[in-house]
Structures are given as C-alpha cells and as structure tokens.
C-alpha cells in the first residue's frame, strides 16, 4: 500500500506537465472554469481576455446615467451654502461621493470599448430644456425645479432637497428596471454588478429620505 502510495505521489510531481512547470514557474496557466458538472479546461499561456459583448442598451444606459448622476452631484454641491442641517449635510455627502465615484466608472467603461463619454450639461438657468435627452430621463428634475432649489435656504431647502432627490433617485430606479426588462442588456458582468448596486443603494437612500421627511413633518406639527 505504501509502495502504491509511493508510485501515485512520484507520478504526479515527476509527470511531463508537472516538469514543464518547474522548468518554467513564470509560465502562466489560464484556467477555464467549466460549466457546472463539465470539468474547468487548461487554455494557452497566450490566451488574452475579450470583453463581453455589449448591446445599445448598454451603452444608453451607461451614458444616460452619467447625466443623470450629474444632476445629483450638481444638487449636493448646493447644501453647504443653503443649509445648516447635519442629516441633510451627512446625506448629501455620502450622495455626492458615490455618485462621482460611479461617474468615473461608468466613463471608463465606455471608454474601454470605444463608446462616446457624454460630457454633463453646462448649467443653463431658465432655458427650456424640454427637448433635451437629459430632460427626458426618469426622475430628472426640471429647470424650474433646479431654480426653486438654488433659492431656498433651510427648512425650505431641506425638503425641497430630499423631495427631489426621491424623485430623483426613483427615476434612477426606472432606469434600471428598463434595462433589465430590454432582451439582451445588461449582461456584462460589470454592468450588471453596477446597476444591481446602484439600484439597492438609491433604494436605501429613498428609505433614508422618506424618513427624514416624517421627521420634518412632526417637528412642524409640534
């Protein structure tokens, strides 16, 4: 039996593969994982990753919701000048940095496959932006909407603020389920990660919000 033992554990550190390897340790080796049930596969050390394939959707999507993230980041940067509240202020923080954040990777992504960047809108206050595919996005908030913001201070600031942002972040929601409900988009692995995340965090901070507002309502009714 130990003899046996012997035999088996010599023929597999002493096997052609297995000398290869020693030969040559900065050799690669590319792994195909298999589908379930099927064995993973042993692919050439030139193997080189493709990405997978994208539709329109895809790229709409990711293009739209840089604007769309745009106007959100564009709305916190308000709060230090019109507002004194600390949840509102912790809110619009935490608002702003995941947004910017996502913007830079939803750019990358369309950069990575040769797809257009859209560049955020320059403000323009009071000019009818019914016509533009900004404006047409789920949730955005209107110019005269963006203008009544820009005027309010405090209390009026405060719930102007999470009113649109709710509205906001439920047009982001749309977004997503449209997506998801278009056959053949969202299957890349990064964009469907990214909108799964994007869609459970606005979700949340929607909780968050509505929260807030109960509380505002109390506070006014005391």
Do not use: C, Y
Request: proline share 7%.
């Amino acid at each position: 039996m130990r003899a046996l033992l012997a035999a088996s554990v010599s023929a597999v550190f002493f096997s052609p593969a297995a000398r290869a390897q020693q030969a040559d340790p900065a050799k690669p080796v590319v792994v195909q994982p298999g589908a379930p049930g099927a064995p993973s596969k042993t692919l050439p050390s030139s193997t080189r990753a493709i990405l997978p394939p994208r539709s329109a959707a895809d790229v709409g999507f990711m293009q739209g919701m840089i604007l769309h993230h745009a106007q959100a980041v564009e709305m916190t940067a308000m709060i230090p000048s019109h507002t004194q509240n600390k949840d509102v202020r912790s809110l619009g923080a935490r608002i702003s940095s995941s947004q910017s954040d996502e913007i830079k990777f939803m750019k990358r992504w369309l950069a990575s496959r040769g797809e257009s960047v859209p560049k955020a809108m320059p403000k323009m206050p009071g000019m009818d932006m019914s016509h533009e595919p900004m404006a047409r996005m789920p949730g955005m908030l209107t110019p005269q909407q963006m203008e009544a913001l820009r005027k309010a201070n405090g209390i009026e600031f405060d719930h102007l603020f999470l009113v649109g942002m709710i509205q906001h972040h439920n047009g982001a929601l749309t977004m997503v389920k449209d997506l998801f409900d278009t056959a053949g988009a969202g299957q890349d692995a990064e964009l469907f990660n990214f909108a799964t995340d994007a869609d459970n965090t606005q979700r949340a901070e929607i909780r968050i919000m509505e929260t807030m507002l109960k509380k505002e309502t109390l506070e006014e009714k005391r």
